[in-house]
């Protein structure tokens, strides 16, 4: 029964001992695709293809094909209010997602364009980008 305890007590020891030497996970950069699953995806679907008359879907979609991406970066920072007369092709209203940070709005948008863009993957949403985005009034367009 002693040699038991004992038996238990080196192992929890032990596993004690390998917790504390598993590296301190580091902050994880945000990631572009399970942003989208959380973010978007609930109203332009998993594949992006959208729902007919509810939410447009986002492949070859203009917003996301443009080499700039304010547009873009606006569009996800304010939603609807952005799209002016765009808007009202579609019954539903896109949410602003001024909830998300600098970092996470730059891998969505990273994302959506190397995903849906008409064209050839558009360069990285950089950081400096979506800041711009964000202290910017509405784009006209
Ligand atoms: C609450 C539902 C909803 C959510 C969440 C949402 N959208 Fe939208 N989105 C819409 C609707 C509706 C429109 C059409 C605009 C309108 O009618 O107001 C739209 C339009 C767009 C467009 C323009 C498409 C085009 O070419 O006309 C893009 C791009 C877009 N959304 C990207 C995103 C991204 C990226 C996310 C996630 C960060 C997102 N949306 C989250 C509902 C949503």
Redesign the pocket.
């Given at each position: 029964m002693t040699g038991c305890i004992l038996a238990l007590l080196s192992l929890l020891a032990a596993s004690t001992a390998c917790s504390r030497q598993e590296p301190v996970p580091a902050d994880p950069a945000p990631d572009g695709l399970v942003l989208?699953n959380q973010?978007?995806a609930?109203?332009?679907m998993a594949d992006g293809g959208g729902v007919p008359n509810?939410?447009?879907s986002?492949q070859d979609?203009?917003?996301?094909s443009n080499p700039d991406p304010q547009p873009?970066l606006s569009?996800?920072l304010r939603g609807?209010a952005v799209?002016g007369e765009?808007?009202k092709?579609?019954e539903?209203?896109?949410?602003p997602?001024d909830h998300l940070t600098d970092a996470e709005v730059a891998a969505?948008a990273t994302h959506?364009r190397s995903r849906f863009a008409a064209g050839p993957a558009a360069k990285p949403v950089a950081l400096a980008e979506v800041a711009l985005a964000r202290a910017r009034p509405v784009l006209p367009h």
């Amino acid at each position: 029964m002693t040699g038991c305890i004992l038996a238990l007590l080196s192992l929890l020891a032990a596993s004690t001992a390998c917790s504390r030497q598993e590296p301190v996970p580091a902050d994880p950069a945000p990631d572009g695709l399970v942003l989208f699953n959380q973010n978007c995806a609930t109203c332009h679907m998993a594949d992006g293809g959208g729902v007919p008359n509810l939410q447009p879907s986002l492949q070859d979609s203009g917003w996301i094909s443009n080499p700039d991406p304010q547009p873009l970066l606006s569009l996800i920072l304010r939603g609807s209010a952005v799209l002016g007369e765009g808007a009202k092709a579609y019954e539903n209203d896109m949410a602003p997602q001024d909830h998300l940070t600098d970092a996470e709005v730059a891998a969505l948008a990273t994302h959506v364009r190397s995903r849906f863009a008409a064209g050839p993957a558009a360069k990285p949403v950089a950081l400096a980008e979506v800041a711009l985005a964000r202290a910017r009034p509405v784009l006209p367009h």
